[in-house]
């Protein structure tokens, strides 16, 4: 790591018997460069130890919203900037959002069963790209969406919400990022708000940072 600036991604998905392993690469080589197992502060904490000084030169990491990393990387790495990866934002958005409201809409239908019952299964369908859709599953999700507001409203804030990582330039990704904050808070429902504000980050940097398929943690609207 000498010289290094950027800390590459940090992941957390490599299968173990007793568990899962946090993995740390170079976003530039990329290389592997520590594995541990386990997910929590005390579990990653060495390879912070282990980087020892050079932690004051890492201008940036990338990783997923785990807050055990996001505070140790605060607590080693006094100028580095979270930066959140895009695959794990888009599936926490699917699971603390869509999913949310898909359940919420299906409680408020008990009156209409055939609807609760389309609602119900229609998990896949919301989660999945677009481009991915057969066409009778893509006429399906129409339907469903042209029926019920909510899921209109989310299933839109989640294509619009991938389109900050694609921004060409700061200026747009910030502009980008205060419209989609400011809709989600006026959608008046309570799953995107709260989503919302746990995107809305801490004060630790005031710019992207140029990482592959990551967003910055640290803009606020």
Known sequence: MSGAKRCPGWRAGLALPSGCASVVIDAETPQVLWVGEGRSREAIRPCFQWLGPHCEHIEAVAMDMNTAMDLEVQAWCPKA??????????????????????VDQANQLRHDKPARRAVKRSRWLLLRNPENLKEEQAGELKALLDLNQPLMTVYLMKAQLKELWYARTERAARWRWTRWFKMAQASGLAPLIRFARLLSPTPRASSPVPLTASIPASWRA
Do not use: N
């Open 81 to 102: 900037r979270v930066v959140y990866d895009l695959f794990h934002v888009i599936a926490k958005f699917g699971r603390e959002v869509i999913d949310r409201v898909r």
